[in-house]
């Protein structure tokens, strides 16, 4: 759990190596760059599958003996140059972890869950009589599960659930919550719905939720890599952006260790936080993201990118830390200018990324690549109002990435005569808005210049 900076050697010489030269050219020349290149992608991968590993022997229920030489095992895995870190890592998380189970042998077996649950209550504003509703309610319809002592989870029944969310002890949206122990004299635990009486909750939101208490008892150790802010801002909006930044790569590390895809995520659930700016900063930098791991998609992990998020300091710094990993001067392929396309309908906000995505990754287009692309498109749509919409998004978005287009025209010209079939076939011949479709179709197309040579 390499989340700090690497330690002295060789190997991490080479990954801070790769940092400082990979936006430069020489990376595809130099077969130096081209060693540290991999070397740090084999970092990240097997980083990704230590904490994935981590996650899944903290939920097992193994015995501790068997649970620990498992571990031990997966240690090995690690580049040699890491292990004794991560295996530091490990021991301040284990730490931890028995911390959270002494805080809870401290408390009356039968107290427990009603202790859990004031904790919680006393983060938020409620009354009395709610507190006494949820406690009572809490009796038949709570359990704790500690699949391993201080991995607290409380499984709670559907009912329940929708009560603590009337209370407002849980987000309207949410299926599950972690709930932060910020001394360590409090205790950290998961909170999540069960189905039906008492069933194993999805284990994609329990792997999420430990994954904030991995990410939380390791800051709480002083192990988890501290996040800083670019200059030029105030101390005000700086402590807010790192603490922005603590919650958005906490929640975007569960989310990729979770079945859920990272990309579809609000940007609220990523910052927990309702101001503009950050919900800005917070979607601009998942959608970046989410172009990085789709462009590199055919090349590297996906768990390899749990490294990129837990090394970074600073929204640009996630950004860069993925945007590493997309091989460059790669000719696009359809999947991903697709992809692009369908995020594009999403605003003017998301064309924007898209667009600086597009620049800083050096995706090669070529004209016959994307000319393919927007023929099967069109050639799909059965009528003239898909087909006219979907010209005119293609025309934008080509357009906003700053890519001459000179089939464009000819791509007009060639589905001309479609919308007129179309359009005939679909209004009545007096139908005065059959006359504007076509006029309309007419002047567009002469308006894209129907070309009489193409390049």
């Given at each position: 759990?390499?989340?700090?900076?690497?330690s002295?050697?060789?190997?991490?010489?080479?990954?801070?190596?790769?940092?400082?030269?990979?936006?430069?050219?020489?990376?595809?020349?130099?077969?130096?760059?081209?060693?540290?290149?991999?070397?740090?992608?084999?970092?990240?991968?097997?980083?990704?599958?230590?904490?994935?590993?981590?996650v899944?022997?903290?939920?097992?229920?193994?015995?501790?003996e068997?649970?620990?030489?498992?571990l031990?095992?997966?240690?090995l895995?690690?580049?040699?140059?890491?292990?004794?870190?991560?295996?530091?890592?490990?021991?301040?998380?284990?730490?931890?972890?028995?911390?959270?189970?002494?805080?809870?042998?401290?408390i009356?077996?039968?107290?427990?869950?009603?202790?859990?649950?004031l904790?919680?209550?006393?983060?938020?504003?409620?009354?009395?009589?709610?507190?006494d509703?949820?406690?009572?309610?809490?009796?038949?319809?709570v359990?704790?599960?500690q699949?391993?002592?201080?991995?607290?989870?409380?499984?709670?029944?559907?009912?329940?659930?929708?009560?603590?969310?009337?209370?407002?002890l849980?987000?309207?949206?949410?299926?599950?919550?972690?709930?932060?122990?910020?001394?360590r004299?409090?205790?950290?635990?998961?909170?999540?719905?069960?189905?039906g009486i008492?069933?194993?909750s999805?284990?994609?939101?329990?792997?999420?939720?430990?994954?904030?208490?991995?990410?939380?008892f390791?800051?709480?150790?002083?192990f988890?890599?501290?996040?800083?802010?670019?200059?030029g801002?105030?101390?005000?909006?700086s402590?807010n952006?790192?603490?922005?930044?603590?919650?958005?790569?906490?929640?975007?590390?569960?989310?990729?260790v979770?079945?859920?895809?990272f990309?579809?995520?609000?940007q609220?659930?990523?910052?927990?936080?309702?101001?503009?700016?950050?919900?800005?900063?917070?979607?601009?930098?998942?959608?970046?993201?989410?172009?990085?791991?789709?462009?590199?998609?055919?090349?590297?992990?996906?768990?390899?990118?749990?490294?990129?998020?837990?090394?970074?300091?600073?929204?640009?710094?996630?950004k860069?830390?993925?945007?590493?990993?997309?091989?460059?001067?790669?000719?696009?392929?359809?999947?991903?200018?697709a992809?692009?396309?369908?995020?594009?309908?999403?605003?003017?906000?998301?064309?924007?990324?898209?667009?600086?995505?597009?620049?800083?990754?050096?995706?090669?287009?070529?004209?016959?690549?994307?000319?393919?692309y927007?023929?099967?498109?069109?050639?799909?749509?059965?009528?003239?109002?898909?087909?006219?919409?979907?010209?005119?998004?293609?025309?934008?978005?080509?357009?906003?990435?700053?890519?001459?287009?000179?089939?464009?025209?000819?791509?007009?010209?060639?589905?001309?005569?479609?919308?007129?079939?179309?359009?005939?076939?679909?209004?009545?011949?007096?139908?005065?808005?059959?006359?504007?479709?076509?006029?309309?179709?007419t002047?567009?197309?002469?308006?894209?210049?129907?070309?009489?040579?193409?390049?």
């Amino acid at each position: 759990m390499s989340f700090r900076e690497q330690s002295p050697s060789s190997y991490g010489a080479q990954i801070i190596q790769v940092e400082a030269v990979k936006s430069s050219d020489s990376i595809e020349s130099s077969g130096v760059i081209s060693s540290v290149e991999r070397a740090r992608r084999k970092l990240a991968e097997a980083h990704g599958t230590f904490y994935q590993m981590l996650v899944d022997e903290y939920l097992s229920g193994r015995p501790e003996e068997v649970r620990r030489e498992r571990l031990a095992s997966n240690l090995l895995m690690l580049p040699l140059p890491v292990r004794d870190l991560y295996r530091e890592g490990l021991m301040r998380l284990e730490e931890e972890i028995k911390t959270n189970a002494r805080n809870i042998s401290y408390i009356e077996k039968d107290q427990v869950i009603p202790t859990l649950l004031l904790s919680r209550m006393d983060e938020v504003e409620i009354d009395d009589g709610q507190k006494d509703e949820v406690l009572k309610k809490a009796e038949t319809s709570v359990r704790l599960v500690q699949p391993l002592p201080g991995v607290a989870i409380l499984e709670v029944e559907p009912d329940f659930f929708l009560l603590l969310k009337k209370v407002g002890l849980v987000r309207k949206r949410a299926h599950a919550i972690y709930s932060k122990a910020r001394k360590r004299d409090e205790i950290g635990f998961m909170l999540v719905q069960g189905d039906g009486i008492f069933r194993l909750s999805d284990e994609g939101v329990r792997r999420h939720e430990l994954s904030h208490m991995i990410l939380d008892f390791l800051r709480r150790g002083e192990f988890l890599r501290k996040p800083e802010t670019t200059s030029g801002f105030s101390k005000k909006v700086s402590d807010n952006r790192i603490e922005a930044f603590y919650m958005f790569r906490d929640e975007a590390v569960a989310y990729l260790v979770d079945p859920r895809r990272f990309e579809s995520v609000d940007q609220s659930y990523l910052v927990h936080s309702k101001n503009s700016r950050m919900l800005k900063l917070a979607g601009d930098t998942r959608d970046f993201a989410s172009l990085c791991m789709k462009a590199a998609s055919e090349t590297t992990e996906s768990d390899s990118f749990i490294y990129a998020a837990l090394t970074s300091r600073n929204f640009e710094d996630f950004k860069q830390k993925f945007l590493a990993f997309v091989p460059k001067r790669e000719k696009i392929k359809g999947n991903l200018f697709a992809y692009m396309m369908r995020m594009s309908g999403r605003g003017e906000r998301v064309m924007g990324v898209i667009a600086d995505f597009w620049r800083q990754s050096e995706i090669v287009a070529s004209q016959d690549s994307l000319k393919d692309y927007c023929s099967e498109t069109l050639n799909g749509l059965d009528n003239h109002v898909d087909l006219i919409d979907q010209l005119s998004r293609l025309e934008k978005f080509l357009t906003n990435l700053g890519l001459a287009m000179p089939f464009w025209g000819q791509l007009f010209f060639q589905h001309q005569e479609r919308i007129r079939r179309m359009v005939t076939a679909n209004y009545d011949v007096n139908s005065s808005a059959r006359r504007e479709l076509l006029t309309s179709v007419t002047l567009t197309v002469r308006s894209n210049k129907a070309p009489t040579t193409t390049t």
